[in-house]
């Protein structure tokens, strides 16, 4: 270590004395633009090119000024901190970069004009059905773009897990399909540059934060889809990463400084022990390997406690948002990085949009885990998230258990029950996001044995239990796969998305008659759930199963849903007297699945294994 820290020294010393002769150039300024007038007046450059830090740095804008330089380890890097009066106007500038009285480097920047108020990003919330998609795998509606020059994997689509061509054209060419189906906000998997040499489809090793990947389209493609899907009233909500990055990103060979990334004596994986970070009993040697280990060989893990790369991250998630009218974040990984850096981006993010929303995935099984990274005032520790958002992963396990399992006091449909019954420790449960399957895990119809009626079930429980729910791209046409068969299978192309697919289930004749009885009943759910308050936002209330059958209502102002779910394996007579103290205000019944009417609120009959929902009127 000192040999080499003997070496460096020299180096910089060589550097220093040729520097009159040594060309100094910039080749990347991150932000490459930003805005006059918002909130936060500070912002952070990132100045990349060879030497630069050997030359001094001048603007001269009025209401810009550069209250700091930062110099880091590498000559080839300097971080300037301008501060942006409220009043500076939309405009462009140069940075100048002089060495005595001559300009060595000149870079223009511009500022633009904000086209929205801050206030009226108000993201998503329990009003919406979010769909989940993974770009690579949705539509491809580009073949051209499917081999980029300068982008290292190729496509084959007869590799499981390798890149098969969907892209943002495939995505703005079935938003009426999704509209269709009853979708109000669609999250993306993350769509920027993975120049990866394999595995780069999903794209969670990005290797360029402020660049869509060419295989995916432009950011003015990104940009167009944004608005498009505005006019036909979707959402977006955008795959963000700040735990790591891919391993290509372009300072790969000059880290800023070596604090850059967390460094090992050899390659160290993280433990994925979401939950050691806040474990009261958590070891030093379990927090740091989760925190600091490595998600993958090919995802470096970031130090956000250096200042700069903490800057680098939330800014880019400002940039995103301003730029595209971004509906929303769904941020990966949330426990990974530093807790302290996660709760100040939220921060700094609502105190540029203060009704903005962000998800984040927080994977773990148990409530208390999960309601910890909700904002609250109630952590032990006194952490506070300031998290809108996260992901219901209990329930998750639930809906797949409750159906599989036999009836007992605590197996099958109480799975569900019991889980329920712990909303107590979230500070607030309508601002969970409820799933069935995501791209990470087994697909839904796989897990429930490709049952239908099951199926059915589930999807009830999704579309009327309290939370935002979210809906993964194919299990609306019953697509199966299985995670231990390797990511690619769980994530496979959607049928018709591609010109030469010989089938194309995105349209009614293209499906079989079991994926159009499931597209119909997800697709009527989700339209319904659009138009009623009390599923939306109303109070819960359940009742203990009894016999395999639940039953929980939904009451909102004069507004009330029912939904009894029989779980068992046998016809049931149901009696509703047990419910009176909610009946007694309704007389009478409208089943939403079918065309049932209830004259009183007496019995019901109900079906083995079978869902009823029902609107409650005087
Ligand atoms: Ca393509």
Known sequence: MKVIRFIFSSMLLVLSITAFSQK??????????????????????MVHGENIS???????????????TILVESPNYVFLDLVIDNDALAGNFDIKFVKGKKTVATFNYELKKRTKAPESYTGFDNSDNIYLLMPDRFANGNPDNDDMPGMLEKADRNNPNGRHGGDIQGI???????KDLGITAIWINPLLENNMPAYSYHGYAMTDLYKVDPRFGTNEDYKNLVAKAHEKGLKIIQDMVFNHLGTNYFWKDDLPS?????????????????????????SEYDYNKMVKGWFDKT????????????????????WWIEYLDLD???????PYPYKDFMATWMETLLNEYPNYNVVGEVWLSYPQAVAYWLENDNNKDGFHSHLTNVFDFPLMYAITNSLNQDNGWSSGIAQLYELLSQDYVYSDPNKLVLFADNHDGDRLYSKLGEDLAKFKMAMTMLFTLRGIPQLYYGTEILMTGYEHQGHGFIREDFPGGWEDDTIDAFTSGGRTDEQNIAFNFVKHLMNWRKTNMAVQQGKLTHYIP???????????????VMVILNNSKEDKSLDLNRFAEITKNYSKGKSVLDRTFLDNLETVNIKAKTPMVFELSK
């Open 258 to 282: 070596q604090d850059w990334y967390h460094q090992w004596p050899e390659f160290t994986r993280s433990n994925y022990r979401g939950g050691a970070v806040n474990d009261p009993n958590a």
């Open 546 to 560: 009894e016999d395999g059958v639940y039953v929980y209502f939904r009451e909102y102002e004069d507004e009330c």
């Open 24 to 45: 100094i150039s910039i080749d990347r300024v991150d932000p490459p633009f930003w805005w006059a007038g918002m909130n936060n007046s500070q912002l952070q450059l």
């Open 299 to 318: 995802m470096a893990d970031l130090n956000q406690h250096n200042p700069l790369m903490a800057n680098y991250l939330i800014q880019n998630s400002i």
């Open 54 to 68: 050997l030359a001094k740095a001048i603007i001269d804008y009025e209401g810009v000024k550069l209250e700091r």
């Open 328 to 334: 929303g974040i769904r941020q990966d990984t949330y």
């Open 172 to 178: 703005e060419d079935k938003l009426d399909y999704l």
